[in-house]
């Protein structure tokens, strides 16, 4: 039975992997048989050859592409929460009961059983009440771009895998340059999210520190010498891929020196300015300031201007990450990024603020020629006689080799919607969580940790007073898991100064006030039953 044919009602909860008629595979006398062996010279045969996507196949493609979306389409129409709220122990029978050296032999017979281990229990992003993490609803041209890509599966390392895919993404980075304010000497590349951008920069301010280290040594130094000396200073409050990226790059989560954030959740200057005296006056050398435009719990963007007023008196890179608050770079809020054009680096996430799917992400340079700390010629790829010849291969300056065309996603998005649009929409949930947030602030139930810059909200049920406080958490994560249990909504939690709160991430622009309303009271339905509950028992 194809999916569109389904009844409006889902078949019974989580059953086992049904799979549908199956084609045995070959016994091992058969597979050896000389009627079946193929030369090494044999073509395919012809049931084989019509799974590849070419010249002679392409009405095959546009049915069963489109049997598929339309599939898509079905179940996102008829989505009325969010997550059903299965369980991993619910659904993993059905998935590792596959199994996958049986093909079904048929696209229909397969969708159908994607619909049950994958479509019907999917979080979907787009549903007004997901209010958990960093993920966006996406723009109907950059899924349309997403076609494109797969199917022509360009490969942007070397011109000659990609042509004019290197050519918008190289347009794509100047465009982003421009907004940002870099300069004409800026340069970039696209990459797989903000963890990678972030590491890419930090490996260039590695290299910049280490050659301007041996540069001004009295006696020669070797960069293993040099490593160990690092310091990598950050806000308390920034994303776990920078001590991720310290041990990567071989320094050691001890490289990352954590710099106190005012009660905005913002890193203070005035500490920064104390860390870099110390880190100077112990012998150790900062290599790189990592300021955050859009902390993930928070949203709170540091002191840009002030912090590059330090990096520049101390000859220190710069690096932003704004994976988070790129969008303010389309928005009518774009002062919010002031002083980000001064930065040495910097990282976007497209596909948070700027509705793309996942992934795309950029990390840029305000002088392409630290660029070069990531390159590394391979004869058969791109020679060093390339460079010469001024052909433009992307992998000189990436960490992937084979990377996909994730830069036309953004260009279809542009083209058609233009950057205002984009702006229009980050506006809009940015709008809403401010709402969102006279909401709590007004609701003697609930306690706010801090009024929102960007689309996130950081808040606790408060119990009644006298509730122990190891109770007052516990029921905040009750009532989060009885929340997403239900499937009536999706929020996320984490942790601030030693108690569990509860975090909302807008970025659907479709969520309403009323949708935000209905979550906050089965949150507090749920964080009660929990407290009430206990004091009874």
Same mark, same amino acid.
């Given at each position: 039975m194809s999916f569109l044919a389904h009844p409006a009602e889902d078949p019974p909860p989580h059953p086992g992997a049904g799979t549908g008629p199956r084609k045995g595979r070959p016994s091992a006398t058969a597979a050896s048989s000389p009627s079946t062996t193929s030369s090494p010279s044999a073509p395919s045969t012809p049931s084989t050859v019509t799974h590849l996507l070419t010249n002679t196949s392409t009405d095959r493609y546009e049915r069963h592409v489109t049997d598929g979306v339309g599939r898509v389409a079905a #179940?996102?129409?008829?989505?009325? =929460?969010p997550f059903t709220g299965v369980t991993p122990a619910q659904l993993a029978p059905a998935v590792s009961g596959i199994d996958l050296d049986e093909p079904l032999g048929d696209t229909a017979a397969a969708l159908d059983e994607l619909e049950r281990v994958y479509l019907r229990d999917a979080v979907y992003f787009h549903h007004p009440r997901y209010l958990a993490h960093l993920n966006c609803p996406v723009v109907i041209p950059a899924v349309v771009a997403e076609a494109v890509l797969s199917a022509v599966n360009s490969s942007l390392d070397t011109w000659d895998q990609s042509a004019g895919g290197t050519l918008i993404e190289r347009r794509l980075i100047d465009w982003t340059a421009r907004r940002i304010g870099l300069g004409r000497a800026a340069d970039g590349v696209f990459t797989s999210g903000g963890t990678q951008s972030n590491l890419h920069a930090l490996l260039l301010a590695r290299d910049e520190a280490c050659r301007m280290e041996q540069k001004n040594a009295a006696t020669p130094l070797r960069k293993p010498e040099i490593l160990p000396r690092l310091r990598i200073l950050t806000s308390e409050c920034s994303h776990f891929s920078i001590a991720k990226s310290a041990t990567v790059l071989g320094l050691g989560e001890d490289a990352v020196v954590s710099v106190p954030c005012d009660e905005d959740r913002r890193m203070r200057t005035d500490a920064l300015a104390r860390e870099l005296t110390r880190c100077r006056t112990a012998g150790l050398v900062p290599m790189a300031v990592v300021a955050t435009a859009g902390t993930t719990d928070f949203g709170s963007i540091d002191p840009?201007?002030?912090? %590059?007023?330090?990096?520049? #008196?101390?000859?220190?890179?710069?690096?932003?990450?704004?994976?988070?608050?790129?969008?303010?770079?389309?928005?009518?809020?774009?002062?919010?990024?002031?002083?980000?054009?001064?930065?040495? $680096?910097?990282?976007?996430?497209?596909?948070?603020?700027?509705?793309?799917?996942? $992934? $795309?992400?950029?990390?840029?340079?305000?002088?392409?020629?630290?660029?070069?700390?990531?390159?590394?010629?391979?004869?058969?790829?791109?020679?060093?006689? $390339?460079?010469?010849? =001024?052909? !433009?291969?992307?992998?000189?300056?990436?960490?992937?080799?084979? #990377?996909?065309?994730?830069?036309?996603?953004?260009?279809?998005?542009? =083209? /058609?919607?233009?950057?205002?649009?984009?702006?229009?929409?980050?506006?809009?949930?940015?709008?809403? @969580?401010?709402? %969102?947030?006279?909401?709590?602030?007004?609701? !003697?139930?609930?306690?706010?940790?801090?009024?929102?810059?960007?689309?996130?909200?950081?808040?606790?049920?408060?119990? !009644?007073?006298?509730?122990?406080?190891?109770?007052?958490?516990?029921?905040?994560?009750?009532?989060r898991e009885a929340l997403s249990a239900s499937g009536e909504?999706? /929020?996320?939690? @984490?942790?601030?100064?030693? #108690?569990?709160?509860?975090?909302?991430?807008?970025?659907? !622009?479709q969520t309403s006030l009323s949708d935000i309303t209905a979550v906050l009271e089965l949150l507090a339905e749920h964080a009660g039953q929990y407290v009430y509950g206990r004091h009874a028992g």
């Open positions: #179940r996102l129409a008829r989505t009325e =929460r840009l201007p002030g912090i %590059a007023d330090l990096c520049e #008196r101390h000859g220190i890179w710069l690096h932003v990450d704004a994976a988070y608050g790129c969008g303010l770079l389309v928005s009518r809020r774009r002062h919010l990024l002031d002083g980000i054009e001064r930065a040495d $680096s910097v990282t976007v996430d497209y596909h948070k603020s700027f509705f793309q799917p996942v $992934s $795309s992400s950029a990390v840029l340079v305000r002088d392409r020629t630290a660029m070069r700390h990531a390159t590394y010629h391979a004869d058969y790829l791109n020679p060093a006689r $390339s460079a010469e010849d =001024r052909i !433009p291969n992307q992998v000189d300056k990436s960490l992937q080799t084979t #990377r996909r065309f994730d830069a036309l996603k953004l260009w279809m998005t542009l =083209r /058609v919607m233009g950057a205002d649009a984009v702006g229009e929409l980050f506006d809009a949930v940015v709008d809403r @969580t401010a709402a %969102a947030w006279e909401l709590l602030d007004a609701d !003697p139930r609930f306690e706010v940790v801090t009024r929102p810059r960007l689309s996130t909200l950081v808040f606790r049920w408060l119990p !009644p007073d006298g509730t122990p406080a190891v109770l007052g958490d516990r029921a905040n994560l009750h009532a909504g999706v /929020v996320a939690a @984490t942790v601030v100064d030693g #108690r569990h709160y509860l975090k909302f991430t807008l970025l659907n !622009p």
